[in-house]
Structure formats: structure tokens, C-alpha cells
């Protein structure tokens, strides 16, 4: 139920068509500016205070402002469930159970995309892929202008809380094909594409098609959050603090790591890179029965670890065989 009614309320005097796969922040970032409004008023009139963001929640009153479809609006922004420790989010009719994959409160944004197409890809609002696929170059969550983090609360979608429009990364690196076509398997996962995915998952491990959206973002950070071998760290608040540039990097190991998998029989010496408990924990809190099967798998092929064998009453109907023979 909304927390204000919205008698309250008036609709915005100009009326913005929202665009397929653009983001839900994203559309109400547009629909503001292009009323003159920013998102501090928004929040105050609906009665969302400190960092926090409109949600799913607010859908009702947001529609209302809009015009565009409760339903719609609904789906397009995250609305959380369970405990702080073990819930997660729903977005754009997925669930995210490590809530440190979902950017929250730093969005990253592709130049580029925002000069050409003026809208905010759904993709962006999530840790990985931090690459725009379609330019071909990463994610930005710094302003090169003023070298700040880029906030929500901003004039535009394509302009800096600075009031600078939003120039290209500095950073001349460029994605590897290996990068660019793990960005396509997981933007497939997320906007549910109807395309040609043959060539996209050839290069890849044969299990990564059958993932759902959380297993493969977790499992993708599995791969690459290691810089070297054997570290021991918190990845949850290890994740909360790091950046798109710390994400890039991530993405970069990943990438490499499971290319080495699908094409090296040397599980020892990759194994050593492998967040072992990041992928436990998928196998024990998965999104579906695949997740499980696929982590459990993985589990006994990289660190030769039955799960199962620690927690027997769980084996239930469960093969780790089926999918891969």
C-alpha cells in the first residue's frame, strides 16, 4: 500500500513513454527531468527518506505520477523479501539472493548509451556485466569531471549532481571477446531476448545456459572475485564496498577462469582461484533445483567436495550426474 494517499498527489504535466529494457530508476530519472522535478522532491512527497530509493513499494503513487501502468512500474523496481540476513530482492521478475549484486545506490552508466539513446539499461543496475555490450568499452561509476561517485539524485540521466553532462571513461581498455560474449549470456538471462544464443554459449561452460540470473552472477563472482590463489575473505562486505572498476577486474578473472574451465582438465590448479564457500552457499540457498544440481557439481569437480555427504538428510532427489552426462 502506498504511504501517502494520492489525493496528495498531482500527475506530472508531461507524460514520458517508458522504453523496452530501460530501467525502472532510470524511467523515473527521466520522467523527473523532464518535468523539471528532481528526485529529492519525489522522495519527499512520497515519503521515502535518507539514501533510500523509490521501490516496488511505491509503485502505486509512482504510477499515478507517471501514467504508466501499476503492473508495469511494479515489476520495473526491486522490492525486497525475507530477513535482512537471508532475503533478497525481486526485479524485473527475478530474484536476487546476495543483495550486494543489485547496485542500489551507485549507479554505473555507459556514456555513450545515455548521449545516443537518452535511457538507462536494466543491466546497469547490476554489479555484473560492468560493460556495455554494444559499445564495447566498461561501465562508469565516477564522474570524469568532478571524480565523484555518480548518484541517482541527479539533474538528468546523462548529467552529474556536478550539473556536467557525463563524458566518455578515460580508461582505454576494451572488453575481450570472452568478456563481451559472458555479458550477452547473462543481458540474455536478465531481458529473456528471444535471439540466436548458439554462437554466445559455444565459448562458455555448458552449465552456464542452464542457470538462472543469481546462480550466474554469483557463480561469475565465484570465478573471479580471487586475485590470488587460496585468499580468505568476507565477500559480503567485501562486495557492498567495491567499485565498477573493482567489478571490471572481477568480470576480467571470471571471464578467463571459465574459458581455463571448459578447456583445461587441470581443475587443482584453477581450484585455487575458486571462492569455494560462494558456491556452497548457492547449493544450499539456490534460487531452483538447477542452481543446486549445478553447484553441487561444481563443488565435487573443482574441490572434489560432496556437500551432500555433510548433510545427508538433504539429498532428497538430487543427481549431480543428470545434467552433464
Not at 194 to 209: A, G, Q, S, T, Y
Request: glycine share 4%.
Amino acid at each position: 500500500m502506498p504511504t501517502h494517499s494520492t489525493n496528495e498527489l498531482t500527475p506530472l504535466p508531461f507524460e514520458v513513454q517508458y522504453i523496452e529494457e530501460e530501467s525502472g530508476l532510470g524511467y523515473l530519472l527521466r520522467c523527473l527531468s523532464s518535468n523539471h522535478i528532481s528526485l529529492s522532491w519525489l522522495k519527499t512527497k512520497i515519503g521515502i527518506k535518507g539514501y533510500n530509493l523509490p521501490n516496488a513499494k511505491n509503485a502505486i503513487e509512482l504510477s499515478y505520477l507517471t501514467g504508466l501502468d501499476y503492473e508495469k512500474l511494479r515489476k520495473l523496481l526491486f522490492q525486497s523479501f525475507g530477513s535482512k540476513s537471508k532475503g533478497g530482492i525481486l526485479i524485473y521478475g527475478q530474484q536476487i539472493l546476495v543483495k550486494e549484486l543489485y547496485r542500489f545506490k551507485n549507479p554505473q552508466i555507459c556514456p555513450n548509451c545515455l548521449h545516443q539513446k537518452y535511457f538507462i539499461d536494466q543491466g546497469w543496475e547490476f554489479a555484473l556485466p560492468p560493460i556495455c555490450v554494444e559499445h564495447r568499452i566498461y561501465l562508469t561509476d565516477i564522474c570524469q569531471n568532478c571524480n565523484r561517485t555518480i548518484r541517482w539524485d541527479r539533474p538528468s540521466i546523462d548529467i552529474c549532481q556536478c550539473g556536467r553532462i557525463f563524458s566518455t571513461t578515460k580508461n582505454n581498455d576494451n572488453p575481450s571477446d570472452e568478456e563481451i560474449k559472458l555479458s550477452k549470456a547473462i543481458l540474455i538471462k536478465l531481458k529473456d531476448r528471444n535471439e540466436d544464443d548458439e554462437d554466445i554459449f559455444k565459448d562458455l561452460p555448458i552449465w552456464i545456459k542452464d542457470l538462472s540470473l543469481d546462480a550466474a552472477l554469483r557463480l561469475i563472482t565465484a570465478f573471479g572475485f580471487f586475485e590470488n590463489p587460496d585468499q580468505i575473505f568476507s565477500y559480503k562486505p567485501g562486495l557492498r564496498r567495491m567499485k565498477t572498476q573493482e567489478w571490471e577486474r572481477c568480470f576480467q578473472r571470471a571471464a578467463f577462469r571459465l574459458k581455463e574451465f571448459k578447456n583445461s582438465s587441470n581443475r587443482e590448479g584453477l581450484s585455487k582461484f575458486i571462492y569455494q564457500s560462494f558456491i556452497q552457499q548457492i547449493a544450499i540457498n539456490p534460487v531452483n533445483s538447477v542452481d543446486k544440481e549445478i553447484a553441487l557439481y561444481l563443488l565435487k569437480d573443482l574441490f572434489n567436495y560432496d556437500l551432500l555427504s555433510h548433510f545427508a538428510s538433504s539429498k532428497g532427489h538430487l543427481s549431480q550426474q543428470r545434467l552433464f552426462d
